[in-house]
């Protein structure tokens, strides 16, 4: 399950991360290859039914879209609670809360919850990312009732069984760990607490092996209590369902949810990126750097533009982007090289990567900065940025192929600001980004670098 809960995590970067595993091969393990169709497609989202948007009568928000091609459902819990909201002391806590609250509930044992999926052929999961914390099954629609009874079952009644808080306790130290065997995990998660200083976002998800050290069972029990509540959760249903009865069937399974009300920390307005460089030593045969910059929130208006800024310099590792024909065809300086930018609720970054020979690497660290502040003046021919749009709307395509991926993406949108109704315009706002678009975003934000170099120690002569 801990493999697949990775599902929440990467859905913030539009599950881009995914491709990259293209070039980063056994740098980021357990993700998905995504195929890259090169052609205008439609939407998911045009296919299929009207989508229906409520509010139950404790407060929780529903999101239900029929899906009438298969006869698989998704449902999936989102909180408003994440790294994002944690105490520097506290940091991981979201994270072990949630893998815990699978672990056993007042009717079920952890066996019992998995052995009750197994039986429908069903799955349930749970994880953390930087901004919501999410549950959710995936079954038949015939085991509809099945499936949201134990649902429902995990997020209000888990009991947190003192051993199985350690056995978790322990998984995530041994996740943590296994981050620092993986060139790019270990200099994106440096990267990000660089970049981030003073912010919220320098946390790591999993929190680090003090903190998660020192999180006590009681706490969790308290922040379950505090931030599991009606109010502060999205339910998305996607499926072969009808919306009335859904939404019935949602509203009893969580009639004894309580509206509640989340406290969160406050994020000071004051932060400000500035330029920083840090140098990371390990035994690695190969040097992995990335350069980025603070850009905006998604529900900022440059955040579409800017995605298609990322994919003209090389989102998913395409082999046509410029950073893959400058930096590795051109110059040969690079085994793996690429950029992304997250999805996120508060400031989100834009950042690019590359493995190197470690004598390479203050060339390469030069390269990617030269072609990544070169899109601000640079013409952008029409053949490139149609190739970029189409790049975005074919992953796009592709990522919604599974029910569940539809749900999370809807969730994902709905929590970051942007509305659940933009998985229905994505494809059309990419296609409306002109160069000149796409020039300004690079102006407005690709200024102040943060730059993370892994190197390995110098050898004694």
């Not at 990000?192 to 706490?219: C, D, F, K, S």
């Not at 160069?435 to 943060?450: I, L, N």
Request: glycine share 6%.
């Amino acid at each position: 399950m801990r493999e697949e809960s990775r599902s929440f995590q990467l859905v913030a970067f539009d599950l881009q991360p995914a491709a990259h595993k293209q070039a980063l091969a056994a740098l980021v393990r357990g993700l998905v290859l995504v195929c890259v169709l090169g052609l205008a497609v439609r939407c998911p989202a045009d296919a299929h039914g009207e989508m229906a948007m409520s509010t139950l009568p404790n407060g929780a928000r529903l999101i239900v879209k029929p899906n009438r091609s298969n006869r698989i459902l998704a449902i999936q819990c989102f909180f408003n609670v994440g790294s994002y909201y944690e105490r520097n002391e506290r940091n991981g806590i979201t994270n072990l809360v949630c893998h815990t609250m699978l672990k056993g509930t007042r009717k079920r044992t952890a066996a019992e919850i998995a052995e009750t999926m197994e039986a429908i052929g069903g799955t349930i999961d749970a994880s953390a990312s930087e901004d919501s914390a999410g549950v959710g099954t995936i079954s038949t629609v015939d085991d509809l009732d099945v499936a949201l009874d134990v649902l429902s079952d995990v997020i209000l009644n888990p009991t947190f069984p003192v051993d199985e808080v350690e056995k978790e306790r322990n998984a995530t130290l041994a996740a943590i760990r296994q981050q620092e065997d993986s060139s790019f995990q270990y200099t994106y998660k440096s990267f990000r607490a660089l970049l981030y200083w003073g912010h919220p976002y320098a946390l790591p998800t999993l929190g680090t092996p003090e903190t998660v050290n020192a999180i006590t069972r009681q706490e969790i029990v308290e922040f379950h209590r505090k931030n599991f509540t009606a109010s502060n959760m999205l339910v998305v249903v996607v499926g072969d369902v009808k919306v009335p009865r859904i939404a019935r069937k949602i509203a009893r399974a969580f009639a004894t949810m309580l509206p509640g009300s989340a406290e969160h920390v406050r994020v000071s307005k004051q932060f400000r990126p500035r330029l920083r460089t840090k140098s990371l030593t390990k035994e690695v045969e190969q040097a992995f750097i990335i350069v980025g910059f603070v850009t905006d929130r998604a529900s900022s208006a440059d955040y579409v533009a800017l995605k298609v800024a990322s994919a003209v310099l090389g989102t998913g590792a395409s082999m046509s982007s410029r950073l893959f024909v400058r930096l590795r065809d051109r110059r040969g300086l690079a085994y793996a090289v690429g950029s992304a930018m997250p999805t996120l609720r508060d400031k989100s970054h834009f950042f690019a990567y590359i493995g190197t020979k470690p004598e390479s690497a203050d060339a390469a660290r030069k390269g990617l900065l030269s072609v990544v502040r070169g899109l601000a003046t640079e013409p952008i021919p029409d053949d490139e940025l149609e190739r970029a749009k189409n790049h975005l709307i074919g992953q796009f395509r592709i990522a919604h192929q599974r029910n569940s991926s539809q749900a999370q993406f809807l969730g994902l949108y709905e929590v970051v600001g942007l509305g659940a109704r933009f998985d229905e315009q994505y494809c059309d706002r990419i296609k409306e980004v002109t160069a000149d678009q796409v020039r300004a975003v690079a102006a407005k934000y690709f200024r102040a670098p943060a730059v993370t170099m892994l190197l390995p120690p110098q050898k004694e002569k």
